[in-house]
């Protein structure tokens, strides 16, 4: 089966860079992606890596190292509109089949 | 615009009553996927279906059917079967390999 670990909470203060971690165990594993889910929301796409080191996006970067199964999500020049929960997610592979498991997500509060 | 549509955005059921939430996409993709969002929790894959007329378990499918029809739609129901059906229900299909576009979710209450 597939596992993923986060830490349940962060909490930064508004201008600040935050690093939020996942580790993962998984057979099939393809690639590992970023979610980003406000309160109440659909959760919406964020990076993805499939080889190990750093994708950026603007103020977002994700990192993966396949070797540690290991990933993070950075956040730099926070803002307050970035508080919402953040899901690291493998893609699995079988076949032509692609499927998503999701951690349990971590929860970003930024403070003014 | 393209995107996906649930409905009803909130849904209300007594207790051994089969449901059936509506999840509709004209985005063309081919793959599409139920979710279950509990409380402070991930997402956890319900069913999926890879192309018309076949579908596939994910790791909670007991007490869920699903069907797919057309490419366009991906309906799932919430038999009397399953023990704690109150959640957040998330459709989503598939935009590339490595991304998935969701709709707005249906929040079922059995009361």
């Known amino acids: 089966g597939q596992s993923l670990e986060q830490p349940s909470e962060v909490t930064a203060v508004e201008g600040a860079i935050v690093q939020m971690n996942c580790t993962y165990q998984?057979?099939?594993?393809?690639?590992l992606s970023w979610y980003q889910q406000h309160d109440g929301g659909a959760p919406t796409f964020l990076s993805y890596?499939?080889?190990?080191g750093l994708e950026e996006t603007g103020r977002f970067s994700s990192f993966l190292s396949r070797s540690d199964s290991y990933g993070y999500l950075l956040l730099q020049e926070l803002q307050m509109k970035d508080s919402a929960s953040y899901f690291c997610?493998?893609?699995?592979?079988?076949?032509?089949?692609?499927?998503?498991?999701f951690g349990s997500g971590t929860q970003l509060t930024v403070l003014p | 615009d393209g995107g996906i549509t649930q409905s009803p955005k909130y849904l209300f059921r007594k207790e051994g009553q089969n449901v059936t939430l509506s999840c509709e996409q004209n985005?063309?993709?081919?793959?599409m996927y139920w979710y279950r969002q509990d409380p402070g929790q991930g997402l956890r894959l319900i069913y999926y279906?890879?192309?018309?007329?076949?579908?596939q378990k994910g790791d909670i499918a007991e007490g869920y059917s699903v069907s797919r029809e057309k490419k366009e739609s991906f309906p799932l129901t919430v038999t009397s079967a399953q023990k704690n059906p109150t959640a957040f229900y998330l459709c989503?299909?598939?935009?590339?390999?490595?991304?998935?576009?969701f709709g707005p979710g249906t929040r079922l209450t059995v009361l």
């Open positions: 998984t057979s099939g594993f393809y690639g």
């Open positions: 279906s890879q192309i018309v007329n076949d579908f």
């Open positions: 985005l063309n993709h081919d793959a």
């Open positions: 890596n499939a080889l190990d």
């Open positions: 997610a493998v893609t699995i592979s079988s076949g032509s089949a692609r499927q998503l498991t």
């Open positions: 989503a299909s598939r935009l590339r390999d490595n991304e998935q576009f």
